[in-house]
């Protein structure tokens, strides 16, 4: 079962536009993490939030993380055609000794030249 | 070898019969997991080998599904008698280090016809 639910599942921008995606998980975190995925095949890791931070910045990419509300928003600032992906939020949780990566959805990011 | 590589890129493969597919991971990384994706989905959780512990196999979706990892290094992921719903891209990833994301290789594509 899918532990992220990414919201919205598409969006339409033009370039130079911020674009914001959202993910909800449900339940204790390590971390939370967002991955890119351009053409349906691998993935590139983003980002990695810690569960005891709160906002984490990458080049033009920002990441919060609310604990309490079990949600994390990824911010891309000053998109641009190459943005062009889906993204997909991933929580990192330990099992039983066992860490587990579990995905979102994900968001279809479409930037309009 | 610095990243992770997958074969065979593309299987297509006739209702029935087996398939085998490959993960060499980045060299030195204990853990590995297998993911599937369908068309237009998010990642579903197969399995993870950590190390020498056994893995947890609890997202395979049938006993036609199973996977080895041998000598700590390579994977091999076999689905037996593949049926049509088994069409999808199956990732394999590794962890980049202990706790900073994963690092995925770029999937097979499997078509059953």
């Known amino acids: 079962s899918q532990q992220g639910e990414e919201d919205p599942q598409a969006l339409s921008i033009q370039e130079g536009e911020n674009a914001t995606m959202n993910c909800s998980y449900k339940t204790s975190i390590n971390n939370l993490q967002w991955y890119r995925q351009n053409s349906g095949r691998g993935l590139v890791h983003l980002i990695l939030?810690?569960?005891?931070?709160r906002e984490k910045h990458s080049g033009r990419l920002r990441v919060t993380l609310d604990t309490s509300k079990k949600s994390s928003s990824l911010l891309i600032t000053a998109s641009r055609a190459a943005d062009t992906a889906s993204y997909f939020c991933a929580t990192d949780s330990f099992f039983f000794g066992n860490e587990k990566l579990t995905f979102g959805t994900g968001t279809r990011l479409t930037i309009i030249p | 070898g610095a990243g992770v590589s997958q074969s065979p890129s593309n299987k297509v493969t006739e209702k029935g019969k087996d398939v085998e597919l490959r993960c060499d991971p980045i060299s030195g990384h204990t853990a590995l997991y297998w993911y599937r994706q369908s068309l237009g989905q998010g990642l579903e959780f197969l399995i993870y080998f950590q190390g020498n512990s056994a893995p947890d196999k609890s997202g395979l979706p049938s006993d036609r599904f199973s996977a080895e990892r041998t000598g700590g290094s390579v994977s091999t992921l076999t689905i037996q008698r593949t049926q049509q719903e088994d069409s999808a891209v199956y990732l394999c990833?590794?962890?980049?280090?202990?706790?900073?994301?994963?690092?995925f290789g770029s999937g097979t594509r499997l078509t059953v016809v």
């Open positions: 990833a590794s962890p980049i280090r202990q706790g900073e994301g994963y690092t």
């Open positions: 939030i810690r569960s005891n931070e």
